[in-house]
């Protein structure tokens, strides 16, 4: 189960360095963990998550298989990219295939590298990419939307959802707002996914600090935070000259560096991390002697679709879940110590499987 976040940006703000710093830190964990490049604008990278070391260790696990996202540099988004301006027809296809948008935000000042603007204003770089995006959802939805009023007229009743929906859109997106705010019952939600539209993406706004702010941001920076908070959106400072150093040290040097800079973990942690709560997702593992493994499911996901990420034939079989929760298996020293402890459990198909679960499929053939 793939996920894929976006990396965009104005030119100059940092983007291919904290694209880089990803890739290089992905080729650094090819020590540890499977990784391969899929293309040279592509990278696989684990997820940091402690807790699978740790059921590694109590459980001798051989191998250790962490949960991954994938990151996927954009080309650079210039102001007229909707109509086609730098590579505005290329932007909008890559986007189209991503799951949620980093937005990597100049937040730093340095004369040596201009601003494709000549000045920095990260509220400002937003606004011309977010402007790009609405521009080209609303030429998409104004020429998509006639064909199927036509339909709806007919009495499709799919096209009358659909066009429902779309109009809403078109509302937002004529206001200056992007199609993610607007507003639809869980039953529409399918066909608002189909419209796949750009600004339809969750957003993580990547704050490019100075090394100096690179632990707590700094007045640039906090603008930022202010306009996620606003709409909902998540935030991340870090400091793309730091991750690009410390992506090539070994573990010792680079826990060396981030001491002397005053950082606990590389930034790029916290943006990996983000971009996997963006998108709502939860880590179940699988733990045994020849593997501790993380698996990646979306919240909310019931017993059966949570196994057939490992094979299909899991969810067509499903019969129950023997279950642990990560507090619990740690506290009881591995599945044997939990059952004793009365805190292994056998769960069905309605059973929301939840963050941490260690778990066991039973399935028939």
């Known amino acids: 189960m793939g996920f894929k976040c976006g990396i965009v940006g104005l030119p100059n703000v940092g983007k291919s360095t904290l694209f880089n710093a990803l890739t290089q830190t992905a080729a650094a964990q090819a020590a540890n963990y499977p990784f391969c490049t899929i293309e040279p604008n592509v990278g696989d990278v684990a997820v940091p998550d402690p807790r699978i070391e740790a059921l590694a260790a109590i459980a001798g696990s051989k191998e250790i298989i962490p949960t991954r996202i994938t990151f996927v540099d954009i080309a650079g988004i210039v102001r007229g990219a909707s109509k086609g301006e730098g590579l505005g027809n290329q932007f909008l296809a890559n986007i189209r295939e991503v799951d949620a948008i980093a937005h990597v935000v100049r937040c730093f000042e340095d004369g040596d590298i201009t601003h494709v603007e000549g000045k920095i204003d990260p509220l400002a770089d937003i606004e011309t990419i977010e402007t790009e995006l609405m521009l080209a959802d609303l030429d998409s939805l104004e020429k998509r939307i006639l064909p199927l009023e036509k339909k709806a007229k007919g009495g499709d009743k799919d096209a009358k959802e659909q066009v429902s929906i779309m109009e809403r859109c078109l509302v937002l997106l004529r206001e200056g707002r992007p199609a993610r705010l607007v507003e639809r019952s869980p039953e529409e939600e399918r066909a608002y996914q189909m419209l796949n539209l750009l600004t339809s993406k969750p957003v993580l706004y990547v704050c490019n600090v100075e090394e100096a702010a ?148 039973r399935f028939a053939n």
């Open 214 to 361: 690179a632990h707590d941001g700094n007045a640039f920076s906090a603008k930022v935070f202010g306009r996620a908070k606003e709409e909902g959106a998540k935030a991340v400072v870090v400091s793309a000259q730091i991750e690009s150093e410390i992506a090539v040290m070994d573990a010792a040097d680079q826990k060396d560096y981030l001491d002397a800079v005053g950082l606990e973990e590389p930034g790029l942690n916290r943006v990996i991390r983000a971009g996997y709560e963006l998108l709502d997702l939860v880590t179940y593992f699988t733990v045994g002697p020849k593997e501790a493994r993380a698996w990646t499911i979306s919240k909310g996901t019931k017993g059966p679709a949570a196994a057939g990420v490992i094979h299909t034939d899991f969810e067509k079989g499903y019969i129950r879940a023997e279950t642990i929760a990560y507090a619990d298996y740690i506290a009881n020293k591995g599945e044997a110590g939990a059952r004793e402890a009365g805190k292994f459990r056998l769960e069905g198909k309605d059973y929301v499987v939840a963050d941490g679960d260690v778990l066991h499929f």
